[in-house]
């Protein structure tokens, strides 16, 4: 992230994560339950075969409510689960554990299942060459984690938003008259010229295609194309010698990822790894 620190980033976002559920009053039901002196020890486990995600947030996430709670994480991110597994022991007040439980699992729950599908993506195009690679399809203000979720899960990030690489999108090439007309005035920019910002242009016919070579941006994306286009694209840039990356992008699935993969291009992008997956199933325990 553009001069992310990241301690001040992940307190910000876990302050008001705390407020957002238990606003002025705290965790009522556990206040009215439980005095002030009662304690309790508790241990957050899996229920699910997977890859942890999140467990960096959970100091931040119990501290945050009570800076006296004891938080012993015992996994690291990236690691696999399997039901059972237990990833942190609390102990302290049962109210401050009880309050930062759904908050706590909420985070684990999305991002272990983000890592989780990402590692069966990058486990199913193991046998080539080619790189699995997240999109900006994220949950507004929670990118970082997820990306992260997806970096645990083997997977590579593509950029982080719209200020650190350029990418020419089907709208920016029909707004601008066509693929060499957004190439020609992209690569006359500052952001190209000062910067130094890498370059790549979503094409999704051969013909544009050809015109993308021309220019030699630093990667093409092939977007919804089919595979023998694909592997004709890979084969044309290995003919003439281009050092031109490959993404291909579009509806990829668990069941269609392996065949693009075997095309030969360098990346895939898949949206679904974070815009739809599924939680992994983590729960915590009063001992």
């Known amino acids: 992230m553009q001069s992310l620190n990241e301690a001040v980033f992940i307190n910000d976002i876990i302050s008001r ?19 002030t002196q009662a304690q309790a020890c508790a241990f957050i486990r899996s229920k699910e075969t997977g890859i942890l995600s999140g467990s960096y947030l ?22 696999p689960l399997n039901p059972g597994t237990y990833i942190c022991t609390l102990h302290g007040s049962t109210r401050s554990i009880l309050a930062g439980e759904r908050i706590a ?3 684990l729950q999305r991002l272990s299942g983000i890592a989780t599908a990402t590692a069966l993506l990058v486990q199913l195009i ?4 080619a790189k699995l690679l997240d999109t900006r399809k994220t949950t507004p203000t929670l990118r970082y984690f997820e990306k992260r979720a997806v ?35 992209v690569q006359a920019s500052d952001a190209v010229r000062n910067r130094g910002v890498k370059i790549e242009v979503e094409v999704q016919t051969w013909d544009e295609f050809l015109e993308a070579v021309e220019l030699s941006p630093d990667r093409i994306m092939l977007d919804n194309m089919h595979l023998p286009a694909m592997a004709a694209c890979v084969a044309l840039l ?50």
């Not at 119990?62 to 690291?76: C, E, H, K």
């Not at 193991?126 to 060459?129: D, S, V």
């Open 105 to 107: 699992l909420n985070f």
């Open 58 to 79: 959970l100091k931040p996430n119990f501290n945050t409510i009570d800076p006296a709670l004891d938080v012993n994480i015992l996994l690291s991110d990236g690691q």
């Open 151 to 185: 970096t645990d899960g083997g997977g590579i990030n593509h950029r982080f938003g719209l200020f650190d690489m350029i990418l020419i999108k089907d709208t920016h090439v029909k707004a601008a008259g066509g693929v060499t007309q957004a190439l020609l005035k």
């Open 238 to 287: 290995h003919e003439k010698k281009l050092p031109i990356e490959l993404e291909a992008s579009g509806n990829i699935t668990a069941t269609t990822i392996a065949s693009v993969a075997e095309t030969g291009v360098d990346f895939i992008s898949v949206g679904a790894i974070t815009h739809s997956v599924k939680t992994l199933d983590i729960h915590l325990v009063i001992e």
């Open 126 to 129: 193991a046998h080539t060459n």
């Open 17 to 35: 994560s705390v407020f957002e559920d238990c606003g002025s009053y705290g965790d009522i039901t556990s206040n009215a339950i439980f005095d």
